[in-house]
């Protein structure tokens, strides 16, 4: 049983707009009472953040290392989706998550992955179906259906998109969808089948069609997608209806920040406190219906201490009463994970990733851009030599590979711009959604060994640059380290500035090369099976006459 102990400052009461000076009481990990008094403290004491929508397995690291970094932010619940752990193992993975997640006293709420294997143009690891789901749904720890990324499934009323809503709404569960660009009557028509949040809107135009039928939109800025100065001008008006998240977040950035960072530039930009705040604090806890105090007598004890309004410095975070986080250094101990994975294919050899040259006179290209997931489709004509077509690194059109990594198969090989890689190459096994190996680079023998690293370690994010390579395994799931998250952060860092050496201007390179194997987001994606159009959802060659 926990002493009780008081904590004394500014009270920030976001439901009464208010902020007085007083001492919060805590008793047995929650808040006993809250006395309005005069105190010397100058801190400022609030409910804790709330990351509305994230992928765990993003930053690479367990959930038990995930949550020694986020709490230090200010950062005391997530709503996670297992989407990632799902396509490679299943329900199997969902319950990794869950039951490595209680190592600490961190609030994980997961979701049951609606779209297991994302779609059927990839080669995923696992299925989820609707039984599957049925039977995650009686699990406490899983408080919605997670994002719905098939939306033209949705649109069409396909059954078993269908029966998986239907499912939610009869465990009282929220559904969360994933729509991007979808506007007027389409939005309307999404919608109505009882999907209620949105975090993919990259204009505000997109956004405020959703908010019109009833939808409530996430602000998301992660490692790669970035729509925080696109949404923010919704604030003042939709403030009930709006959330912050990250949705994907490498280990560097972890350590930097989390939904703190959204809240200084909120501010920074004039927003009102109490808006700000219940887009970061309130609104996840109560659509979700998450057990997450609110600084509200007899809630958990859970709340972070500020120095001040303008610097926002997280000084304390409690959870349940515990403090888990002072002056930017974590409480919670590490603690060891046990390790599961699926990955059963052999390395590759140069001549795989070849693509003859025939009668090409013109390529199809991914055009990639900084800081979005959406891509374009490119039309340029070939570098050829010796009867085969390769990377053009002049006009920075590089080869791009994805290569199956559940079954022996053959790489799919394509066209990317935009990477600006000017020697070597970087691969990685977190290729969305599927996780299975894709890999950029500018010359076959490059990606040959960038892709063979990843499969000797079974998981792994690499880099190739002449005669020096780095590797950052990745055992669990071929996606995430189970060793301490700060040691993690730092080797990642030391692979992303590598990528970056090699000519690389993205702000995120093994990100944004993760989200090019992202089917389910427009335009032109590579999967395992080949390059596919993410506006017609088909196939479409690379060459052509």
């Not at 660009?181 to 389409?186: D, F, S, T, W, Y």
């Not at 791009?400 to 691969?427: D, H, M, Q, W």
């Not at 990745?474 to 500035?497: C, F, H, N, Q, W």
Request: hydrophobic letters at 45%; glycine letters at 8%.
């Amino acid at each position: 049983m926990q002493a009780a102990y008081t904590v004394s400052g500014r009270i920030i009461d976001i439901h009464n707009k208010a902020i007085f000076e007083g001492t919060v009481q805590v008793a047995n990990g929650r808040i006993s009472k809250i006395v309005r008094e005069a105190t010397t403290a100058t801190n400022y004491i609030l409910p804790g953040f709330v990351d509305a929508h994230v992928h765990v397995e993003s930053s690479m690291l367990v959930p038990s290392e995930f949550a020694r970094l986020a709490v230090v932010h200010g950062n005391i619940a997530t709503i996670s989706d297992p989407h990632e752990i799902g396509n490679v193992l299943g329900v199997k993975g969902v319950e990794y998550m869950i039951e490595n997640g209680k190592k600490t006293p961190f609030k994980f709420y997961f979701g049951a992955p609606s779209c297991v294997p994302a779609t059927p143009f990839e080669t995923a690891g696992a299925e989820i179906t609707a039984a599957d789901i049925e039977e995650l749904f009686k699990r406490d720890e899983i408080v919605y259906l997670a994002e719905m990324m098939n939306w033209p499934g949705v649109l069409h009323r396909d059954p078993v998109v269908m029966e998986k809503i239907e499912l939610a709404k009869k465990y009282g569960k929220a559904v969360d969808g994933h729509a991007p660009g979808l506007m007027g009557e389409q939005a309307k028509l999404y919608a109505s089948a009882g999907i209620t949040t949105d975090h993919e809107c990259f204009t505000a135009e997109e956004a405020l069609d959703k908010l019109a039928v009833g939808m409530k939109i996430l602000i998301r800025e992660g490692s790669a997608a970035k729509n925080f100065e696109a949404l923010i001008p919704l604030l003042p008006e939709h403030y009930n209806n709006i959330m912050f998240c990250s949705d994907d977040k490498h280990p560097d950035n972890l350590v930097e920040g989390h939904i703190n960072l959204l809240v200084k530039r909120a501010l920074a930009k004039g927003n009102d406190l109490f808006h700000v705040l219940q887009a970061a604090c309130v609104n996840p806890v109560e659509h979700y219906n998450m057990k997450v105090g609110l600084l509200r007598e007899n809630d958990p004890a859970d709340f972070i201490v500020v120095d001040d309004l303008d610097n926002f410095n997280v000084l304390a975070t409690y959870i349940n009463g515990e403090k888990v986080a002072e002056n930017g250094k974590s409480n919670i101990a590490f603690t060891e994970s046990e390790t599961i994975n699926n990955f059963n294919t052999s390395s590759k050899t140069i001549d795989q990733f070849q693509v003859p040259a025939a009668n090409a006179h013109r390529i199809r290209v991914i055009e990639a851009f900084d800081g979005q997931l959406i891509t374009k489709e490119g039309i340029v004509t070939p570098k050829i030599e010796n009867g085969v077509i390769v990377s053009d690194v002049a006009n920075d059109v590089l080869k791009i590979t994805v290569v199956n990594r559940y079954e022996e198969a053959a790489p799919a090989v394509a066209f990317i711009k935009n990477i600006g890689l000017k020697s070597g190459a970087i691969a990685s096994s977190v290729g969305h959604d599927s996780h299975n190996i894709i890999a950029v680079g500018v010359d076959d023998e490059s990606i040959t060994r960038a892709v063979n690293l990843i499969i000797g370690a079974k998981g792994g994010v690499s880099a190739v640059d002449g005669e020096k390579e780095q590797l950052l395994p990745l055992p669990v799931a071929g996606i995430m380290s189970a060793e301490d998250g700060y040691k993690v952060a730092e080797a990642y860092s030391t692979i992303d500035r590598m990528s970056k050496e090699m000519g690389s201007n993205l702000a995120s390179p093994f990100m944004t090369l993760s989200f090019m194997a992202l089917l389910v987001i427009p335009s032109l994606k590579l999967s395992d099976k080949g390059l596919f159009n993410g506006d017609t959802f088909s196939f479409v060659p690379v060459t052509e006459a």
